[in-house]
């Protein structure tokens, strides 16, 4: 079975599912294709990590030997997070690829790329070329690149640590649900030694995830974490999906905290160490967030959705931070890569200042409803925004991603997916009751 190249190559990464979408000899070929596109920059070697699914080991080896044919060296960094991968990429000056479908379920794989410095890399940057290289098959190099191993994970933690003052942090009871993902090897290398206590929830890596998806932006797979943080009483929950370059939060009340909220927590945070300083949010974010990065002194940059503009602003405008709805966090001193687990500590250290608990901490952010991700199937994208937005020409409106109206007390994003002939709505008002009204006022308007 040949790889099907149009259906993995996606927006921002590679990703199907294993035997009848991506198999090994595909994995070779991409590999190879990397390596051509790689060495058109100056690079000589490449990093090749992968996460626990079962395929993961024979993807990762075949994608090396193809670089190898390339006569590009391999360095094989063997089991690690997304974000892990990340840190190497930026401390080693090396382009990598990790092999993960990330919060997909079984039966998927896939791979997340990156320059030298963990720049990023998406379709308008080089997947399309590798794509188009892999296509045509091999050019094999001169002379074949060599493997060598390399073990991480110590200064992986070291540099996570160094985000916060760990003599500041208080002995908090932290419930974490890592869900059978990469979580399980790095949340506890993190956490060991640092005065907190960890309630670690399906630590052992199994890309079957016998317990629940590695998803946490779906309710239904918090619940456990909820459980677990009532059941013993912890002062919080962290739950990871499958790469582990995603965190979300439920309070000692075991209630969800948005990706939104946490940015606002994250960002608050840092303002108080480096006031003036600018952050980055994406726009389907909560109004929140740029009301409390002006209120902390800081300047606040709102951004398309998606990693590769989040990492292109921060560049331009030399954002320390940047956050996004869907649980991904920036950092300037972590090559502007995203990190779950940075954000954690983070989110430690700003709770350890405040005693009264998180649900307490993050109610001062907490200061709109909001309607969550709704899709909507379309025949033509286009021709529905075009409708919605002269549905409301007299609002304050802009097409910076999709379509964004303001119109005062509330707002909404309606953008095309990348991959599907879908819209998604997110929409914010001041109450549950507003939330309702306007979004079947737009849905309306859509159908």
């Known amino acids: 079975m040949a790889t099907d190249?149009?259906?993995?190559?996606?927006?921002?990464?590679?990703?199907?599912?294993?035997?009848?979408?991506?198999?090994?000899?595909?994995?070779?070929?991409?590999g190879g294709a990397?390596?051509?596109?790689?060495?058109?920059?100056?690079?000589?070697?490449?990093?090749?990590?992968?996460?626990?699914?079962?395929?993961?080991?024979?993807?990762?080896?075949?994608?090396?030997?193809?670089?190898?044919?390339?006569?590009?060296?391999?360095?094989?960094?063997?089991?690690?997070?997304?974000?892990?991968?990340?840190?190497?990429?930026?401390?080693?000056?090396?382009?990598?690829?990790?092999?993960t479908a990330s919060h997909n379920p079984a039966g998927y794989n896939g791979i997340k790329m990156c320059g030298a410095g963990a720049a990023p890399i998406s379709s308008d940057t080089g997947l399309e070329a590798i794509k188009a290289m892999a296509i045509s098959g091999p050019d094999p190099g001169a002379a074949r690149g060599a493997r060598t191993t390399r073990d991480l994970l110590s200064g992986y933690v070291s540099h996570v640590r160094?985000?916060?003052?760990?003599?500041?942090?208080?002995?908090?009871?932290?419930?974490?649900?890592?869900?059978?993902?990469?979580?399980?090897?790095?949340?506890?290398?993190?956490?060991?030694?640092?005065?907190?206590?960890?309630?670690?929830?399906?630590?052992?890596?199994?890309?079957?995830?016998?317990?629940?998806?590695?998803?946490?932006?779906?309710?239904?797979?918090l619940r456990d974490l909820q459980d677990r943080v009532l059941g013993i009483g912890a002062d919080l929950g962290m739950a990871f999906d499958g790469d582990a370059d995603r965190m979300f939060l439920v309070d000692e009340n075991a209630r969800p905290i948005s990706g939104s909220l946490t940015t606002a927590i994250i960002a608050r945070s840092i303002l108080d160490r480096d006031p003036g300083a600018v952050m980055i949010h994406n726009l389907i974010c909560s109004k929140a967030v740029p009301e409390v990065i002006a209120e902390g002194g800081g300047k606040a940059v709102r951004?398309?959705?998606?990693?590769?503009?989040?990492?292109?602003?921060?560049?331009?405008?030399?954002?320390?931070?940047?956050?996004?709805?869907?649980?991904?966090?920036?950092?300037?001193?972590?090559?502007?890569?995203?990190?779950?687990?940075?954000?954690?500590?983070v989110v430690l250290e700003a709770l350890s200042h405040h005693p009264a608990g998180l649900s307490d901490l993050v109610s001062s952010f907490d200061r709109y409803a909001a309607s969550g991700e709704l899709n909507a199937k379309v025949a033509d994208t286009a021709a529905v925004i075009e409708r919605v937005a002269a549905a409301y020409s007299s609002a304050r409106q802009d097409q910076l991603d999709g379509l964004t109206v303001d119109l005062g007390d509330w707002w909404f994003?309606?953008?095309?997916?990348?991959?599907?002939?879908?819209?998604?709505?997110?929409?914010?008002?001041?109450?549950?009751?507003?939330?309702?009204?306007?979004?079947?006022?737009?849905?309306?308007?859509?159908?």
């Not at 599912?17 to 090994?24: K, L, R, S």
């Not at 953008?415 to 006022?441: F, G, I, M, Y």
């Open 5 to 30: 190249y149009d259906a993995i190559f996606k927006a921002y990464d590679i990703r199907g599912t294993v035997g009848d979408q991506i198999d090994a000899d595909g994995a070779r070929a991409i």
């Open 34 to 99: 990397f390596a051509r596109f790689v060495a058109s920059s100056g690079a000589e070697a490449v990093l090749v990590g992968r996460d626990m699914r079962p395929e993961g080991e024979e993807f990762a080896a075949a994608f090396g030997e193809g670089a190898m044919d390339h006569g590009i060296d391999v360095m094989d960094v063997g089991l690690c997070a997304t974000d892990m991968l990340y840190y190497a990429s930026g401390s080693l000056g090396l382009p990598g690829a990790v092999f």
């Open 162 to 221: 160094s985000f916060v003052d760990v003599g500041a942090l208080a002995p908090l009871l932290v419930v974490a649900d890592t869900a059978n993902g990469m979580g399980g090897l790095v949340v506890p290398a993190v956490f060991d030694g640092l005065p907190l206590t960890l309630d670690h929830l399906y630590p052992e890596l199994d890309g079957t995830f016998p317990n629940h998806p590695a998803d946490p932006l779906q309710p239904e797979n």
């Open 303 to 345: 951004t398309r959705v998606g990693h590769s503009y989040i990492k292109q602003a921060m560049a331009e405008t030399g954002a320390v931070f940047g956050g996004e709805h869907s649980g991904h966090y920036y950092f300037r001193d972590n090559y502007r890569a995203d990190s779950g687990l940075i954000a954690a500590l």
């Open 413 to 447: 994003n309606l953008r095309p997916s990348n991959t599907e002939p879908l819209l998604r709505l997110n929409l914010e008002a001041p109450t549950p009751d507003d939330v309702e009204e306007r979004v079947a006022e737009v849905q309306a308007l859509i159908a």
